[in-house]
Nanobody
Framework: QVQLVESGGGLVQAGGSLRLSCAAS????????MGWFRQAPGKEREFVAA????????DYADSVKGRFTISRNNAKNTGYLQMNSLKPEDTALYYC?????????????WGQGTQVTVSS
């Protein structure tokens, strides 16, 4: 069993940066793929980024490539999403998730989300 808790969201101006964290409980986290997703009001949840359990492989949505960086520290059971050059369209509730598989990924565990709001 893995429990995930996101933090680091907030209000930021366009062009600014935020770093989200995903704190995990449970040993299995270090063996799982971790992903970040987001959901804006009135829209479906969308994939943002994913990282292999070892950190050696990453994947990004086209909309965030070059601006966001996903990373993890398995010794701390924590994952991160560094978000730079933020745009108003990045405003959403951001979730972290974990589960087996790469490149075909299945996310069995989800956090409650942290709100990111980017003002223009």
């Amino acid at each position: 069993q893995v429990q995930l808790v996101e933090s680091g969201g907030g209000l930021v101006q366009a062009g600014g940066s935020l770093r989200l964290s995903c704190a995990a409980s449970g040993r299995a986290f270090s063996s799982y793929t971790m992903g970040w997703f987001r959901q804006a009001p009135g829209k479906e949840r969308e994939f943002v980024a994913a990282i292999f359990w070892s950190g050696g492989l990453t994947d990004y949505a086209d909309s965030v490539k070059g601006r966001f960086t996903i990373s993890r520290n398995n010794a701390k059971n924590t994952g991160y999403l560094q978000m730079n050059s933020l745009k108003p369209e990045d405003t959403a509730l951001y979730y972290c998730a974990a589960g087996p598989g790469w490149p075909k990924r299945r996310y069995d565990y989800w956090g409650q989300g942290t709100q990111v709001t980017v003002s223009s």
